[in-house]
């Protein structure tokens, strides 16, 4: 990378940090119960801001524990800090309403952001979401077994992100 600028930002929040329910300042997940608490309390978001020739590409890293992998995610296409968590989330594989209870945001507040995201990288519904998101010019995509690099794409896929 001669003569280009470099510079890469990290990303980590927790589920509820800083978020308040009525203002006063009061943490969220201690007003919820503490079966509720526990099961969103785990849950962190990862992303990387990586600023190459004044253009950004995002990093998220999901672990998908159902099939104990991890997906790492390059997108060259804009997409704003919220959209970054709500994606991860969904290529963990919640559903709307996992998305909204985690993220403390109405199901319709979740389901425009989802839609934000699948106009953005192009892709056409649910039932296409793994091919569309492979296949995308604007993603990459590899998983891991604990740490280790597992393949490029479970699907075909390019074997770079194109930069437009």
């Known amino acids: 990378m001669s003569g280009s600028a470099f510079a890469v930002t990290h990303h980590a929040f927790s589920s509820g940090a800083g978020r308040t329910s009525d203002g006063n300042g009061s943490h969220a997940s201690t007003l919820k119960s503490p079966s509720y608490t526990k099961s969103v309390s785990w849950q962190h978001y990862l992303h990387t801001v990586i600023k190459m020739n004044n253009k950004i590409i995002r990093y998220i890293k999901a672990d998908i524990d159902r099939y104990d992998i991890t997906a790492h995610v390059w997108i060259s296409t804009p997409l704003t800090d ?79 992100i194109l930069m437009k």
């Open 82 to 160: 919220v959209e970054c968590k709500v994606l991860e989330l969904l290529i963990k594989g919640y559903n709307i309403t996992q998305i909204s209870k985690c993220r403390f945001r109405s199901i319709k507040t979740i389901s425009v952001q989802k839609h934000q995201i699948y106009n953005k990288l192009e892709i056409r519904n649910d039932f296409t979401f793994w091919i569309d998101l492979s296949l995308s010019p604007y993603v990459k995509i590899k998983y891991s077994y604990k740490d280790k690099i597992h393949k490029d794409c479970i699907l075909p896929c390019h074997n770079y």
